[in-house]
């Protein structure tokens, strides 16, 4: 069975720290380039940065450059988001996604296998 599954959310204080995995299974994860997403009720999905099939050029946000670190290790078949200087404005659902091809990557409908997600909430 073809899956990714996030872990790592949960609840921390502003100013904390986060780092997201997201393991996949049922698939190679070097045939993939993988993208984070964020989304908080009632807002849009949102694009946080993305790492190509062989880690070496993560892709950023605009809004999100600084904070956000995007990285993966194909042997343990595992991506991860590290998430700096949390904020309440971060509090969303955190999904990893994996797309065959390194280009529009900010657009979540080139994705071709999502995961569950994973809930951040950021208490003030």
């Known amino acids: 069975e073809v899956q990714l599954v996030e872990s790592g959310g949960g609840l921390v204080q502003t100013g904390g720290s986060l780092r997201l995995s997201c393991v996949v299974s049922?698939?190679?994860?070097?045939?993939?380039?993988i993208g984070w997403f964020r989304q908080a009720p009632g807002k849009e999905r949102e694009f946080l940065g993305a790492v190509s099939r062989n880690g070496r050029r993560p892709w950023y946000g605009g809004s999100n450059k600084g904070r956000f670190t995007v990285s993966r290790d194909n042997t343990v078949n595992t991506a991860w988001l590290q998430i700096d200087t949390l904020r309440p404005e971060d509090t969303a659902v955190y999904y990893c996604?994996?797309?065959?091809?390194?280009?529009?990557?900010?657009?979540?409908?080139?994705?071709?296998?999502w995961g569950q997600g994973t809930q951040v909430t950021v208490s003030s």
């Open positions: 996604a994996a797309a065959t091809y390194y280009s529009e990557i900010d657009n979540p409908d080139l994705y071709d296998r």
């Open positions: 049922g698939f190679a994860l070097d045939d993939y380039a």
